[in-house]
């Protein structure tokens, strides 16, 4: 449980130096002089790349598999 935690720190770290790289090239269509169409289309590439670097360094490393993702989606919440 401790090594996956820690797989998966490592993994949000891989994203987080992913965003700071790529926020360097959205900047310009996130100031408020743009228009609130390039604001939002960045920030949702920025998601994007986000969700695909993370996922890709977690599954890479062995800080996620397959089977986790399936016992958590199938999972019901508390009630």
Do not use: C, W
Not at 15 to 37: D, F, N
Request: zero cysteines.
């Amino acid at each position: 449980m401790a090594k996956r935690t820690a797989l998966l720190l490592v993994s949000t770290g891989i994203m987080s130096a992913a965003l700071i790289y790529a926020l360097g090239h959205a900047e310009a269509y996130l100031t408020p002089q743009s228009s609130l169409l390039h604001q939002v289309a960045a920030l949702a590439v920025l998601l994007a790349i986000a969700m695909i670097v993370y996922f890709a360094a977690a599954f890479a490393i062995g800080g996620a598999d397959l089977g986790m993702l399936r016992r958590n989606l199938k999972r019901k919440p508390r009630g």
